[in-house]
């Protein structure tokens, strides 16, 4: 969730044991175990739980991983040194390697865009066939195998008006004008790119016939436990087993078989509900009362309007039924999409299994043929909460290559059950069933609350809360190692929290931290520990407890990908802290297979290894980093420059513009590669 565009708002009044009250039972048990508050850090960061993160262990089932135990890795070490932190409106890259900007917002997918316009003056028609804004998460397929040849499938998690518009929004008598709502819903989605090396260079492909957009106005299936229930019927789609468009697309997954995910998160800002009786769904995903956060609702009645793509976006109840108006049209959203980037012919499908909640990412566990497809997600809000989803089905390899692969996304994502997280303070976990037998901490069953699975899905925030899931400090990205299966999740920040627990440790968390777990083969149960604290360098060691220094110092973690080598990549979203005033937002990388004790087991960052954590990146003034993607080879690195303040200045990523230019700001993707061709960090 980018800083610019999240909800400070808590919506969760569950009396849930929060993950700060968690932390400090787990501190004050060390404590009295091992002998002091030193000892009890020492443990929640880690200590007390290396065995359960031995790349090596045949432990009990309650430790052990989700798929075999890997070959042995290839013995990695980072080539790069650590850089500075910076201040300026210019990117940084480590030394031996280049930053280029492409596919920048605005950029023409086919011919029925024009160039983009400095001015702001592009229309809505050419904002629907030109690259969406606000890059975000990001996924690239290669074509036939290929490192120089493939699609770059990206998210744009929002808009800036103020860039977007000549003279940014208008609003006259309480109305905006249909062509701006046109041109903002438009500028909202995921843009597949074809791409390929030309003479050495990455470049898009126009008129490919695999370039195109997702938008707020794309017809998109649902699939799942929600299709067809009079939850989500509309006058739109009256039998319920189609929604328009996807909105606020922030993280991002993928699938083994070769589909993208992106996913839905602070959707809930594009509606409004003025009847002042919200449903129970609707007022605890945070559904305004009084107007969307863009004013899209007011252009209704426009004499250009079709099909009510206006007047969907008021839900307040005002007919006999819903068919008569747009009461439903929000719960189509907050949901999984799958894309399948290779067919241009197929819709986007939500994948309503998977919860609906403000979704940051999905990544998909390993794979192992016969057993379940697992899928990570964080709801990112101040106070939610940790879900995944396990298939029916169980994993065929021969469905890694697929002649149909929504079919086979419908195969493994449509049936399921879908988990919530409740971290305890000794260290282990239970996965929490949201099922029509589940009990909740009242005693009663899901199902007697909520009635069915679809409606336990609908109100996915209320049924976790039932249950006493864990409330944590937003939780967003989330990663799995591919050495030995271990799932990492950023957890962002939270200035409300009040009372600490053990997986969410400081009060107020401003820093944010990374946490990890490894998932037992019953699927219900996992042990866990802290990776990485964020700190800036001068903090004391109640704060900096991984002995962060000058080079490595971060705060407010957000994007989190591992590539294929199992180097672990973390990507800031940074404010109101010392680290902001130290260095712009940034990307470290570490290796954590090669953070161990004397018995070979893994241990988190500490000040003893933290000097293997290290800033590789650092975007210019006012930007988010987000978004990551390699190619096969590891040899390009595309990442994501998200709300800068005045750049690019031009292609070189690296140059500013002279003092007393200004620039009009396009996100935009930056290529990075090493200048020898080698592979990216080794």
């Known amino acids: 969730m980018s800083r610019e565009t999240g909800d400070s708002r808590t919506f969760n009044t569950s009396h849930n044991e929060p993950m700060d009250s968690v932390l400090d039972k787990y501190l004050s048990r060390r404590s009295v175990v091992r002998g002091g508050l030193g000892a009890a850090i020492a443990m929640i960061t880690g200590v007390g739980l290396t065995g359960c993160f031995d790349s090596d262990s045949s432990s009990s089932d309650s430790a052990s991983p989700t798929t075999p135990e890997p070959t042995e890795p290839v013995a990695l070490s980072l080539g790069f040194e650590s850089i500075p932190g910076s201040k300026t409106d210019a990117a940084v890259v480590a030394a031996g390697y280049t930053a280029r900007v492409f596919a920048p917002w605005g950029t023409p997918l086919n011919s029925l865009a024009n160039a983009w316009q400095d001015d702001g003056s592009n229309s809505a028609q050419d904002q629907a066939n030109a690259v969406g804004m606000h890059h975000d998460g990001m996924h690239f397929f290669p074509i036939n195998g290929s490192s120089e040849d493939g699609l770059l499938v990206m998210n744009h998690e929002y808009i800036d008006q103020n860039a977007l518009h000549p003279n940014g929004a208008t609003l006259t008598d309480g109305v905006r004008p249909a062509e701006e709502v046109r041109k903002e819903i438009n500028a909202h989605g995921v843009s597949v790119l074809r791409i390929t090396k030309v003479n050495g260079r990455w470049q898009v492909i126009q008129n490919d016939p695999l370039n195109r957009r997702f938008t707020t106005a794309s017809v998109m299936d649902l699939a799942g436990p929600l299709r067809g229930t009079d939850h989500v019927k509309t006058p739109f789609s009256r039998n319920g087993t189609q929604t328009r468009g996807t909105n606020n697309n922030c993280g991002n997954g993928y699938t083994p078989w070769g589909t993208y995910l992106t996913c839905e998160e602070n959707w809930p800002g594009v509606f409004v509900n003025t009847s002042g009786a919200l449903p129970e769904d609707q007022s605890r995903i945070g559904i305004s009362t ?393």
């Open 290 to 682: 009084r107007n969307g956060n863009y004013r899209w609702e007011t252009a209704a009645g426009d004499a250009s309007e079709v099909d009510d793509e206006f007047a969907r976006f008021d839900i307040t109840p005002r007919g006999a039924s819903a068919l008569e108006d747009y009461r439903n049209e929000a719960s189509g959203y907050g949901y999984i999409v799958e894309i399948d980037p290779y067919d241009a012919s197929t819709r986007a499908v939500k994948r309503t299994a998977l919860g609906r909640f403000r979704h940051e990412g999905c990544w998909p566990g390993l794979t192992e043929a016969g057993k379940p497809v697992v899928f990570y997600m964080g709801d990112d809000a101040q106070h939610e909460y940790l879900y995944k989803f396990v298939s029916a089905a169980l994993w065929d390899p021969a469905d890694a290559n697929p002649s149909d692969r929504l079919a086979t996304g419908a195969k493994y994502m449509n049936e399921g059950t879908l988990y919530v997280a409740r971290f305890d303070a000794d260290g282990s976990g239970v996965w929490l069933p949201l099922t029509e037998d589940s009990l909740t901490q009242s005693g009663r069953t899901l199902g007697s609350i909520y009635g069915d699975l679809p409606s336990i899905i609908l109100n996915t925030r209320g049924a976790a809360d039932a249950l006493g899931a864990t409330p944590m400090d937003r939780p967003e990205w989330t990663t799995v190692n591919p050495v030995n299966g271990d799932v990492y999740l950023t957890l962002t920040n939270n200035s409300n929290r009040t009372e600490a627990n053990a997986a969410n440790p400081r009060v107020p968390n401003v820093n944010g931290h990374i946490i990890r777990w490894r998932d037992a083969d019953n699927q219900t149960d996992f042990t866990w520990d802290i990776f990485v604290y964020g700190s800036d360098a001068n903090a004391g060691p109640e704060i900096n407890r991984s002995g962060l220094t000058d080079l490595n110092q971060f705060a407010s973690p957000d994007g989190l990908v591992f590539d294929s080598r199992g180097i672990l990549w973390i990507q800031t979203d940074n404010g109101g802290n010392a680290v902001a005033n130290a260095t712009n937002d940034q990307m470290l990388a570490v290796i954590p297979s090669t953070l161990v004790d004397a018995e070979g087991n893994q241990v988190p960052v500490s000040a003893e290894n933290q000097g293997d954590l290290r800033r590789f990146f650092v975007g210019p003034n006012g930007c988010e980093v987000t978004g990551l993607a390699f190619t096969p080879d590891n040899k390009t690195l595309f990442l994501n420059i998200q709300h800068p303040r005045n750049w690019p200045y031009s292609e070189d990523a690296t140059e500013a513009a002279p003092a007393g230019t200004t620039v009009r700001p396009r996100a935009s993707t930056v290529v990075i590669e090493r200048i020898d061709g080698g592979e990216i960090a080794l």
